[in-house]
């Protein structure tokens, strides 16, 4: 049974340094993983869906790597905004068309 | 190009009655997944459909709990007898079938509260 796990469960930074925010996997064995943002008491927004076979993905100022031997994948986000606040989730398919399995998420509180 | 619908966004209902929540799929879109959301908790999967069938159920409670994505219309999760324990985010996505890697697009999400 695959276990998502994301450390640390809150974040706080001031505005502009980089964010770096981690997500492993116990089950290698996956069929792609995504990132996503959610707002308080609002829906889940996808960032960037990492295919299996990919080791990274960019977005504007966000970059996603993926080490599928480790079960390990990390969200970058460059420059970091008050805007950037949120829950960041991350969370992975086994296969095609597949169910979610979710990590608990990440706050994140960027200071002005 | 309309994203996931769900209605309504908020709902109360009293222990005992029935909450049903509608989930329109983006367009193009013809796999359903249901997720709940409780208080303090992660995101739960509960179930998975297509157009007429379910492929997986196994996050569903055994009881009280059903769905269905008829071949016309919106996919509903009904919840009968409500208790206060079923008080969550119910969150509905969709995925398409070709292609696109099955990235799953989420709706709002329907905040059931149950008094």
């Known amino acids: 049974k695959q276990e998502v796990t994301q450390i640390p469960a809150a974040l706080s930074v001031p505005e502009g340094e980089n964010l770096v925010l981690n997500c492993s996997f116990t089950?290698?064995?996956?069929?792609?993983l995504q990132w996503f943002r959610q707002d308080p008491g609002k829906g889940l927004t996808s960032l960037l869906l990492?295919?299996?076979?990919?080791r990274e993905q960019t977005s504007g100022r966000l970059n996603a790597s993926l080490d599928k031997s480790s079960g390990r994948s990390t969200l970058y986000i460059a420059a970091s905004q008050p805007g950037d606040s949120a829950t960041y989730l991350c969370?992975?398919?086994?296969?095609?068309?597949?169910?979610?399995?979710f990590g608990g998420g990440t706050r994140v509180l960027v200071k002005p | 190009n309309a994203g996931v619908m769900q209605n309504p966004r908020h709902l109360v209902r009293r222990r005992g009655q029935e909450a049903r929540l509608r989930c329109s799929p983006m367009?193009?879109?013809?796999?359903v997944y249901w997720y709940r959301q409780l208080p303090e908790e992660g995101l739960k999967f509960m179930v998975y459909?297509?157009?007429?069938?379910?492929?997986?159920e196994s996050g569903m409670p055994k009881e009280r709990f059903s769905a269905e994505f008829p071949k016309e219309g919106p996919s509903i999760l009904r919840i009968q007898q409500v208790v206060r324990g079923d008080s969550a985010a119910y969150f509905c996505?969709?995925?398409?079938?070709?292609?696109?890697?099955?990235?799953?697009?989420f709706g709002p999400g329907t905040r059931l509260t149950v008094t």
């Open positions: 089950d290698s064995a996956i069929y792609n």
């Open positions: 969370a992975t398919t086994k296969a095609a068309g597949n169910k979610l399995t």
């Open positions: 996505a969709s995925s398409q079938t070709l292609g696109g890697w099955y990235e799953q697009y």
């Open positions: 990492i295919q299996s076979s990919q």
């Open positions: 459909l297509q157009k007429e069938n379910i492929i997986d």
């Open positions: 367009k193009g879109h013809s796999h």
